[in-house]
């Protein structure tokens, strides 16, 4: 019975090492296809119910898209270092879960709004950096209208993680920092208040820059 169990969970180990190395093999561009068409494919499978539950495709994206995106990494550039080095472990943790969540909201609001008619990762233009490097697409509407779309990819622990991304030129991560460093500077520098309200930020300045 014994030499059974050791059986199966040997079975399983070597299951779950394949998969780390099959994760580990992966080229950056790889993992964004990957994502990218994952993604797609469920959004256009199920645009209506997202369009009328968001929160679902909220969920949906972090599902897909979470594991892959270096929350601590983009967390820390977002607060820089003038406020990360105040920030306690608790208050890091805490700006990491409520930026993921603004950053699903952020991005899967933009993608309900309009009707993809094709995504397109393009080919790399130089060879891949080995702990850095940029995916460049493009994503199509029902127009014909092509947004281009670039992810800047880092490497940690021998995996491809998304770092940040340029939409139309506009840099999420430098929007994002703007928008943390305006908040401090409101609200008297209170760390708190701004990590607990900063979906509400974000949602805030995406509603306005959208009503111009």
Same mark, same amino acid.
Request: aromatic letters at 10%.
């Given at each position: !019975?014994?030499?059974?169990? $050791?059986?199966?969970?040997? $079975?399983?180990?070597?299951?779950?090492? !394949?998969? @780390?190395?099959?994760?580990?093999? #992966?080229?950056?561009?790889?993992?964004?296809?990957?994502?990218?068409?994952?993604?797609?494919?469920?959004?256009?499978?199920?645009?209506?119910?997202?369009?009328?539950?968001?929160?679902?495709?909220?969920?949906? !994206?972090?599902?897909?898209? @979470?594991?892959?995106?270096?929350?601590? @990494?983009?967390?820390?550039?977002? !607060?820089?270092?003038?406020?990360?080095?105040?920030?306690?472990?608790?208050?890091?943790?805490?700006? #990491?879960?409520n930026f993921k969540r603004s950053l699903m909201q952020f991005y899967g609001n933009a993608l309900l709004e309009y009707n993809n008619s094709g995504v397109r990762v393009l080919p790399a233009s130089a060879p891949e950096g080995e702990q850095r490097t940029e995916v460049r697409m493009e994503v199509k509407d029902s127009r014909g209208t092509i947004y281009p779309v670039s992810y800047t990819m880092v490497k940690i622990n021998e995996r491809w993680m998304l770092r940040n991304v340029v939409i139309e030129g506009i840099n999420i991560g430098k929007l994002f920092r703007d928008q943390f460093a305006e908040a401090m500077q409101r609200n008297r520098n209170n760390l708190d208040w701004v990590i607990d309200t900063w979906v509400d930020t974000v949602a805030r300045t995406r509603a306005a820059e959208a009503a111009k």
């Amino acid at each position: !019975m014994i030499q059974k169990l $050791f059986s199966k969970l040997s $079975f399983v180990a070597v299951l779950l090492l !394949m998969t @780390g190395f099959a994760q580990a093999e #992966q080229t950056a561009h790889q993992v964004v296809e990957q994502t990218v068409e994952e993604l797609f494919a469920d959004l256009n499978a199920n645009r209506e119910l997202y369009r009328a539950e968001p929160e679902t495709f909220y969920a949906t !994206m972090n599902r897909i898209i @979470g594991e892959v995106v270096d929350v601590e @990494g983009v967390a820390r550039s977002v !607060m820089t270092v003038r406020y990360s080095r105040r920030a306690t472990d608790a208050q890091m943790l805490r700006f #990491q879960e409520n930026f993921k969540r603004s950053l699903m909201q952020f991005y899967g609001n933009a993608l309900l709004e309009y009707n993809n008619s094709g995504v397109r990762v393009l080919p790399a233009s130089a060879p891949e950096g080995e702990q850095r490097t940029e995916v460049r697409m493009e994503v199509k509407d029902s127009r014909g209208t092509i947004y281009p779309v670039s992810y800047t990819m880092v490497k940690i622990n021998e995996r491809w993680m998304l770092r940040n991304v340029v939409i139309e030129g506009i840099n999420i991560g430098k929007l994002f920092r703007d928008q943390f460093a305006e908040a401090m500077q409101r609200n008297r520098n209170n760390l708190d208040w701004v990590i607990d309200t900063w979906v509400d930020t974000v949602a805030r300045t995406r509603a306005a820059e959208a009503a111009k």
